[in-house]
């Protein structure tokens, strides 16, 4: 049980970064689940707070630009035909900074892992392991 306590508390004293953009009702629904769920978390939101080039690469590493980018999204739409053909790791990098919300949602940074979209599930498996 102490094990179990210890490491929730370092899991906590990391800093755990969501982003998204606020009025995404997914990114509504993963907050809502952190807060219940009493995670205490930063919100960065796409648009306001804007992306950093390098992170933006690095999770284009760790996760695919292919499961990065959401291409259902209406952005994705109205790229032109050439662009979503082609898309690869540079193009994929140079669009979503231009385009934030290309970006599937939300993008969940635990401090040592990355996990984008929202299931309640997904989320009490991520929480758990760092729990057990």
């Known amino acids: 049980m102490l094990r179990a306590l210890c490491t929730?508390?370092?899991?906590?004293?990391?800093?755990?970064?969501?982003?998204?953009?606020?009025?995404?009702?997914?990114?509504k629904k993963a907050r809502k689940w952190l807060e219940a769920h009493g995670i205490e978390?930063?919100?960065?939101?796409?648009?306001?707070?804007?992306?950093?080039?390098?992170?933006?690469?690095?999770?284009?590493?760790?996760?695919?630009?292919?499961?990065?980018v959401n291409r259902r999204s209406t952005s994705w739409k109205a790229l032109d035909a050439s662009s979503r053909e082609t898309m690869d790791e540079d193009s994929a990098l140079v669009a979503i900074l231009s385009q934030p919300t290309l970006i599937k949602r939300p993008l969940l940074d635990t401090g040592h892992e990355r996990h984008n979209g929202f299931s309640t599930a997904e989320y009490q498996k991520i929480f758990?392991?760092?729990?057990l």
Do not use: M, P
């Open 8 to 27: 929730l508390e370092a899991l906590t004293t990391l800093l755990i970064t969501l982003y998204g953009i606020k009025n995404c009702d997914t990114v």
């Open 41 to 68: 978390y930063q919100f960065h939101d796409f648009r306001s707070d804007g992306l950093d080039r390098d992170i933006v690469r690095g999770w284009i590493t760790e996760l695919g630009w292919q499961n990065l």
């Open 128 to 131: 758990n392991r760092h729990t």
